[in-house]
Each structure stands twice: as C-alpha cells, then as structure tokens.
C-alpha cells in the first residue's frame, strides 16, 4: 500500500513491533494452556475466540460509530469538517476516510476503521463549537494520522488478548474441565487456567496502554509536522482538556469506556497514575510540540 506524506515514526514502529511481539507470545502460552488444560473443549473455546477477533476486526468502524453515537454527514451537511479533511487528505497524500459528526457537547474526535480504505474521522458538536479552524486542522490532523499509521488495527489486535483472556476463564469454569467438580485434578485446572486468564488480562492490559500513550504522541508529532502548525495543535490540546471541567461528570463518566479512541481522555482516575492512562499527560504533549516548534523555528 502506498505511503502517505505523514512523517514516518521509527520509535513508535519499534515500540509497536516490540509490544506486539510480547503480546502475541502471551497468546501462544495461553493458546497452549489451552490445549493441554481444557482438551476436549479447547476447539470450542477457539472458534469463539477467532470469531470474536474477526467481528471486532471487521466491524470496528462501525461498533465504534455505534457506541459513540456518531452520524455519518455529507459534504453539504457540514462543508467546513469536510473542507478541513479534503485538505488534510491532499496534503496527507492519502484517501480521504468517511466523515462523520456526533452530537454531544463533550469537545472531542476520534477515528476508526480496519485500514485507510476502510475508516472513518468524527468529530463532536462540542468540539467544532469551541475551535477555531487551524486548531479543528490540528486534531483532524492527528486523527487522521492513527488511520494513515494502521494504529486502529494495531490497537484492535493488542487489545484482544485481554477480551480472549476473559473468554477463557469462562470457558474453564464452564466448559469441560469444570463439569466434574468432585475430580481435584479438574478444580486444580480451573484454577491454572483462571490464573493464567488473569494475568495474561493484567499484562496485555498495561501493554496496550503503554502502546496507547506511545501512538498518541506519535499522532501528535505527525499532526504538527504535517500541518506546520504545532501550536495550533497545542492551543486545541489546551481548550479541550480546559473545556471538560465544564462538561457534567456524569456525561464524562458515561463517555470514559472510549477514551482510548479520543483525542483527549474524557475522564480520567488520577489516583491509578499514569500507568493505566490510554493519553500521555497535558504536559508531556505540550512539551513535544514546543520541541516541534523550535525545530520548525515557528514561535
């Protein structure tokens, strides 16, 4: 497939093949427990497991667009989002992805979609009320930056183990080794099994969010280089974080299960740190672009 104009990221690349690698050989342990643990309903626990990775694969567009509440628009329904995508797309050298608008005051975006051919970039009412239009560029930019980075995939596949992991220990406990509860070596497997779900779950779980906060500030850096203006990014990063305190918390809360897909966390638990965040801090994206900036020699 052909490259697009964005700038290419060789430490986000290593990172995601490193954390990919990691992932995937926690997938061939549990695999294997599997075999050797739940023998006769391993198949079973499999065939759901792979076509549960090809409906959220498949059809995450979709699910996403779904969850989120977004509405696909046409160009003469919003001429302006269109126009800043149109424009983004020429200078991205890249195809232009499904354009949609959801309607909630949360100021936000995001993008989905299993491939550049196949996505999609909305962007909330909130948001396109509170921007100006170099600042609605920059996070069009970073957007669409994740799609042009194959990042939805990458995330989609990362974070299936965790979803596998759960499927497994429901397996155990009610498939074939959890049948004959008076056998010990059947309850000690249940106990194997949901073990190795457990930390198998934990595990993936911090990597993808390692993965997550990296991909991000990689959108970032090559939304600013793309567009030259990284400090029309850092000024949307700054009046979108500042807006959300005045969002209701419990529209927040509502909106939280999507935080990875956003552009800014909508909610977040200060108290778990940031070990668990899907986003890079404020800080931490503002310090890149003023780096961006006094490279570009742009003020």
């Known amino acids: 497939m052909a490259q697009t104009r964005f700038a290419p990221d060789r430490g986000l690349t290593s990172r995601m093949v490193t954390t990919m690698f990691l992932i995937g050989l926690l997938y061939v342990v549990v695999v294997s427990a599997l075999v050797v643990l739940i023998k006769g309903a391993w198949v079973f ?25 977004a509405r696909e628009v046409t160009p003469q329904e919003a001429p302006e989002l269109h ?32 491939n550049r051919e196949n996505s ?3 962007a909330t009412t909130g948001l396109l009320r509170r921007l100006e239009p170099e600042e609605l560029e920059g996070v069009l930019a970073h957007e669409l930056s994740h799609v042009a980075h194959r990042d939805v995939v990458v995330m989609t596949i990362a974070s299936f183990l965790g979803v596998l992991a759960g499927v497994i220990t ?22 194997i099994v949901t ?53 209701p918390t419990r ?36 310090e890149q672009l003023a780096r961006i900036s006094a490279q570009l020699g742009r003020p």
């Open 195 to 247: 073990a190795v779900s457990a930390v198998v779950y934990v595990i993936s779980y911090l990597l993808t969010r390692l993965l997550s906060r990296y991909r991000e500030l990689s959108a970032d850096r090559a939304a600013a280089l793309l567009t030259g203006r990284p400090s029309a990014l850092a000024a949307a990063l700054t009046k979108v974080t500042g807006q959300m305190a005045r969002i």
């Open 83 to 114: 126009g800043a995508v149109d424009r983004l797309c020429a200078l991205a050298d890249m195809p232009k992805p499904r354009v949609a608008i959801a309607d909630t005051d949360l100021p936000n975006a995001f993008a989905t979609g299993r």
């Open 45 to 69: 626990v499999l065939l759901i497991a792979c076509a549960m990775f090809v409906a959220q694969f498949w059809f995450s567009d979709r699910i996403a667009a779904f969850s989120m509440g």
């Open 251 to 286: 529209d927040l809360r509502k909106a939280e299960p999507f935080n990875a897909f956003y552009f800014a966390p909508a909610f977040t638990k200060e108290s778990f740190g940031r070990l668990l965040s899907s986003h890079p801090t404020l800080e931490q994206r503002l």
């Open 120 to 122: 999609m970039v909305c």
């Open 170 to 191: 429901r397996a155990a406990l009610w498939g074939g080794i959890g049948r004959n509860n008076r056998d010990n070596n059947a309850a000690i497997a249940v106990l």
